[in-house]
């Protein structure tokens, strides 16, 4: 177990910083603008999968303050991780660790927004979706990042849980209740997250070794993590198909997750057999590229059958 | 009151054009705020806005 509180700390002094503070980009990067439209296509999924209905205007407004309370947490983790984030090349280039925000103004932005898109979310829906979206940011910004990120090597399997979350949150948006359809999704990215992580962590091992992080191939060993993304992936081709079976999946969507199914399968044994050089490089890139897709692939179907009524019931 | 011994030097051209953009930025976000709680309450009270007691 490594300490809870990291190395250097938020306090750790920006390098050169300018007076006249960071750029209005500098702050957009600090939401993690990518996660934020993974986060609004899963809750958006997370809405149209649901027995019920939401009135439009109320249903974008809900989505926007998902999306702010995810990129508030995203910057609540930046101002947290700014020491670990300048070790890396990933992340050396993030606003704090180049200087362009302090983490005073970091940290200051990500509580704000937070506390915004938790007021705004039940004000326009429910208390029950204010309150799983504030259950989100807390453990993805206190739990995850100031606690398991550099404890355990299960940090990613655990804190992956913050982000398989907004789905939940869209159904209780719309039925102002969690619902089977909402928690096969959230199982779904849950799964899927090790697998999609791993990939990349075992071809970063270096990295993460000299930031601190103890990532599963740095404590298990590339061996063991070759083999558990092997085991998730066994288990994620057939729970991506329970929707199919719940009668929320359509034909489409079965088909997709078949196939998509047993491409995660055969990219997890490439990886698996590959343990070298060039080879191993590729797999594990191939693997971490795929499983985006697949996912993308699976939510994009639930979208077009649910909104463009191309859904063809598979069993009955 | 700001503390008499830090020395304050004029901004750069540049400094003042980022912080131009940042005032701009969080006058628009700020106007954003303010038109998304009038479409809020009209949303939710809909019709009933108009029929209250006197």
Redo the contacts between chains.
Sequence with gaps: MTSLTNSIGPDVPAPALSAAGGDVPDYFALLKPRVMVLVIFTALVGMVVSQGHVQPAIGAISLLAIAIGAGASGCLNMWWDADIDAVMSRTAKRPIPAGKITSEEALGFGLFLSVASVVVLGLAANLLAAALLAFTIVFYAVVYSMWLKRATAQNIVIGGAAGALPPVIGQAVVTGSVGIESLILFAIIFIWTPPHFWALALIKADEYARAGIPMMPNVAGPASTRRQIVWYSLFLAPLGLVPVALGFGGLLYAVIGLVGGVGMIAFSIRVLRNRHGEAEKRAAMGMFGFSILYLFALFSALLAEQSFGLFRPVLG | MGNPEVQH?P?TPE??A??R??SI?IALALGA?VL?FF??TI??LGPQILSRPM
């Design positions: 030097r901004l400094e003042e980022r912080r953009k940042r930025a705020w998304l479409v809020l949303v939710k």
